[in-house]
């Protein structure tokens, strides 16, 4: 590599420039999922739009595929690109609440605690995932599934707009008027259409305190408790946002010391609304089977937003894939307890997420994700610790997949899946993917941003 470039580039920039070998390389270059261990040229920290700016002219010039970095929590590993340069921007993570048009600014580093934790102080929230050291951006580039999807929608269905630097080192701010095709790819589409240095969301009011259902059953018992959820999830109001959980107890507290390692079918997550009305609306969950625990109570929003962190630490292994469901009928619910009953790991759950409601309202053709209409998504979610087990997790996660399929629309959420598929992207996107093919070659017309899956080239 030019020394003499690379000397240019980190005087040009504010944040660090770590190239292969170098010191702290290996930390640079590391992300959430332990199994990823991708090597990049180049690993770039930028701390504002202008180090971004750089740092894509330098890769253009230079011939360098790029990867873009926020969170890291990407299960596929798609922050990290193999020889090319990495554009990190997790250092960004600056916060702006506009409470009276409640509007909330978030650059493109930061993560889920940081946007809770600055909204809430207005009695405001927008809609994001549910673990919160997830960077937002990466997030929202490919939907964004979280405990208020049915009330308020999607995180992309929620972004006013966003400040991208192009291939060419455009800084375009984009919304419904401001370069709409760009704007438009971006919401559920925008892996790889260039680095998003903020996003502006339409926040909603939540909280402070929310009622939190979470109750678990016997996994023997599992066909029926989905059975019985699928009949009132059918007219539960939208602020029920809780998913079913097919999981094993850990050997902790609080959970009783006669459970520990026994399999389990959970119904958790917080109700979005009236902290009474939430209590009322949940009760009936006490009777989708045996309680077995019931730690449903009343928490600070922020308190739920975290309420699996434990559960998904770095640097732990992790293999993912997703299906929509047309239906959770009594074949798919015994065909999901069975596969739980075969999970090699204890710490693999599946979930299915209970959707409609705001997912559903907008037309297909509103934003890039397709599947809208599905009443349910499953994320196959292998999880383990020794690398000796990878083999073995890995095969029962496309197993699963596999057994899924028939009851399932084509194409997976993004951000819940492995990426291996070439036709993923195709299939996932549906009948937007020929549009979001366009904006890509408008905007990045030499393939510049190209990461291990996202928008297509």
Avoid at 72 to 84: K, L
Avoid at 417 to 429: I, T, V
Wanted: aromatic share 8%; hydrophobic share 40%; glycine share 12%.
């Amino acid at each position: 590599m030019d020394k003499e470039a690379l000397l240019r580039l980190a005087a040009g920039v504010r944040g660090t420039v770590i190239a292969a070998g170098e010191a702290g390389y290996d930390s640079a270059r590391e992300v959430w999922n332990g199994t990823i261990d991708t090597r990049p040229a180049l690993v770039v920290s930028c701390l504002g739009t202008d180090d971004v700016v750089e740092v894509v002219s330098f890769a253009r010039t230079h011939g360098f595929g790029v990867s873009v970095r926020s969170g890291g929590h990407h299960v596929a590993g798609s922050a990290v690109i193999e020889g090319g340069l990495v554009i990190d921007v997790s250092a960004m993570r600056g916060v702006e609440v506009d409470a009276s048009t409640r509007r909330v600014r978030v650059e493109g580093g930061a993560q889920i605690g940081d946007v809770d934790r600055a909204s809430q102080v207005h009695g405001l929230a927008v809609p994001l995932g549910v673990v919160s050291e997830t960077g937002v951006a990466g997030l929202t580039l490919a939907g964004g599934y979280g405990w208020m999807r049915r009330k308020h929608g999607l995180s992309c269905d929620n972004v006013t707009a966003a400040v991208i630097v192009t291939a060419e080192g455009q800084v375009l701010h984009v919304s419904a008027t401001e370069h709409p095709d760009l704007f438009w790819a971006l919401r559920g589409g925008g892996w790889d259409l260039g680095v998003v240095t903020s996003l502006e969301y339409r926040a909603h009011p939540v909280g402070p305190e929310v009622y939190l259902p979470f109750l678990t059953f016997p996994l023997n018992e599992g066909t029926q408790v989905l059975a019985n959820l699928r009949e009132f999830a059918g007219s539960a109001p939208r602020g029920f946002g809780s998913i079913a959980v097919c999981w094993t107890f850990p050997a902790a507290e609080p959970f009783p010391e006669d459970l520990w390692g026994k399999p389990f079918v959970g119904i958790a997550g917080p109700y979005v609304g009236d902290v009474e009305e939430g209590r009322r609306v949940c009760a009936p969950l006490s009777d989708l089977g045996t309680v077995l625990t019931d730690f449903s109570s009343v928490v600070p929003w922020v308190a739920a937003q975290q309420l699996f962190d434990e559960d998904y630490p770095r640097g732990r292994r992790y293999y993912w894939k997703s299906a929509h469901l047309h239906d959770l009928t009594p074949e798919v619910a015994s065909t999901l307890v069975d596969l739980a009953a075969r999970r090699p790991s204890a710490l693999t759950s599946l979930d299915v997420w209970i959707n409609g409601g705001a997912i559903a309202d907008p037309p297909e053709d509103a934003t890039p994700v397709g599947n809208r209409t599905a009443p349910y998504l499953v994320g196959i979610e292998a999880n383990w610790e020794d690398p000796a087990d990878d083999s073995a997790n890995i095969a029962w996660a496309r197993q699963a997949a596999a057994e899924l399929k028939p009851f399932a629309s084509a194409g997976s959420y993004l951000n819940f899946d492995d990426l291996g598929d070439p036709e993923a992207a195709r299939l996932s996107h549906g009948q937007n993917y020929d549009r979001l093919v366009e904006v890509k070659r408008t905007y990045d017309p030499t393939n510049l941003f190209r990461s291990h899956g996202g928008a297509p080239a």
